[in-house]
Structure formats: structure tokens, C-alpha cells
């Protein structure tokens, strides 16, 4: 069964572009602060949580990003088109 959702207007899809595009930066961000983070205290050091679990935190929001910029790149798609 195939649910067809209303068009967007080119105005709601660009809001949505720079949503999504504040999302990707912020998760981005936080992921290289976290990967930051471990490679300053490569060293054995401590660096609160567990180093395997900061590091599949870092990867988890960056897996989160990828998938917002596909969703970002099939909103330019549709706003070219539109």
C-alpha cells in the first residue's frame, strides 16, 4: 500500500534544508570533538567514559550524519525539480 504525502512547497523544503544542515554540523561536531577527545589521551590516560564505548558514540552520530545528508541531498533533488 503506497501512501502519497502532499507537496512541499519550495519554501518548506528549504526550511527543512537548513534544518537539516544545522543537524549534520552539530552531529558532525560533536563527533570530532569526541574523536578529539580520544586522541588526546591515546596516551592510556582516562577520558571518562570507556575509550570503546566514546568511540561507538563517535561513530553512532556520525552514522546519524550520513543519513541526514542523504535525506539533505534528496531535498535538493526535489527543490531542483520544483
Known amino acids: 500500500m503506497t501512501t502519497s504525502r502532499p507537496q512541499e512547497s519550495p519554501e518548506e523544503l528549504r526550511a527543512e534544508l537548513e534544518r537539516l544542515e544545522r543537524e549534520i554540523a ?12 580520544l586522541a588526546d589521551h591515546s596516551d592510556g590516560s582516562e577520558v571518562g567514559p570507556d575509550r570503546t564505548e566514546a568511540l561507538t558514540m563517535a ?3 556520525e552514522a546519524i550524519a550520513a ?3 542523504a535525506r539533505r541531498q534528496e531535498l535538493q533533488r526535489r527543490l531542483a525539480a520544483s
Open 26 to 37: 552539530e552531529l558532525q561536531r560533536v563527533a570530532r570533538e569526541m574523536r578529539e577527545q
Open 67 to 69: 543519513v541526514l545528508q
Open 59 to 61: 561513530e553512532e552520530q
